[in-house]
């Protein structure tokens, strides 16, 4: 079973400050996707990282893909309070089990105006 | 802008009665999910199905949990009998390939409490 373990479980910060959200395996995924999860609403997809060393940017969100595709991370410049909520990776998986992710546990982030 | 739904949003029950959840996929979705998150073990994968085959439910009791598709617009999720630890918020996610990934697309849950 492939695992993903993310870091911190909570983060509670200012706005205006800078974070990092980790998200760590023993195994190698096709691909790794982050997600955030408002209350009462389903995972949105952010980003989809693919290739060893990738680095995208989604405004003030920076998502990289380790070079051995085992880790990730999330990094957020100037948080602001309406970054609060679940931030979510997920691996994706190949072989017979092509499109199955497994999600980690998640990291709540809040943002305190 | 296309969305998956989920029916009920909300659905409280004894324990021992049917629950069925449905869920319409975004069209031209070829792979559907069901997801069941709770605080203590996060967003767990019941089952999925790709082009309305079920590809695995590993993940479900098999003794209670029922998940089907129908045909293409209409994926259902049942439990009979619940128990009051079904209680949590179940998701259905559809997706397609982009590059080497699929990406998902989630409904926005329902919550189930079986009291």
């Known amino acids: 079973t492939q695992l993903l373990e993310q870091s911190p479980q909570f983060l509670s910060i200012q706005e205006g400050e800078n974070l990092t959200v980790y998200c760590n395996s023993s195994?190698?995924?096709?691909?790794l996707q982050w997600y955030r999860q408002e209350p009462g609403e389903g995972p949105v997809l952010l980003v989809t990282?693919?290739?060893?060393?990738e680095v995208k940017k989604l405004k003030r969100l920076t998502f990289q893909f380790g070079d051995a595709r085992k880790d990730s991370s999330l990094h957020i410049t100037a948080a602001q309070p309406g970054d609060t909520g679940l931030y979510l990776c997920?691996?994706?998986?190949?072989?017979?089990?092509?499109?199955?992710?497994?999600f980690g546990q998640g990291t709540i982030l809040t943002v305190h105006p | 802008d296309a969305r998956v739904t989920q029916t009920p949003r909300h659905k409280v029950t004894e324990m021992g009665q049917e629950v069925t959840m449905r869920c319409q996929p975004i069209l031209g979705h070829n792979t559907v999910f069901w997801y069941r998150q709770t605080m203590m073990q996060g967003l767990e994968l019941l089952a999925y199905f790709r082009n309305r085959a079920p590809l695995d439910d590993s993940g479900m009791p098999k003794d209670r949990f029922s998940a089907e598709m129908p045909d293409a617009t209409l994926a259902t999720l049942k439990i009979q009998p619940s128990e009051p630890r079904d209680s949590a918020v179940y998701f259905c996610?559809?997706?397609?390939?982009?590059?080497?990934?699929?990406?998902?697309?989630f409904g926005p849950g329902t919550r189930l409490t079986v009291t």
């Open positions: 990282v693919v290739t060893g060393g």
């Open positions: 195994s190698v995924f096709s691909s």
């Open positions: 996610a559809s997706g397609f390939v982009r590059d080497r990934s699929y990406e998902q697309y």
């Open positions: 997920a691996g994706a998986q190949g072989g017979t089990s092509y499109g199955k992710l497994t």
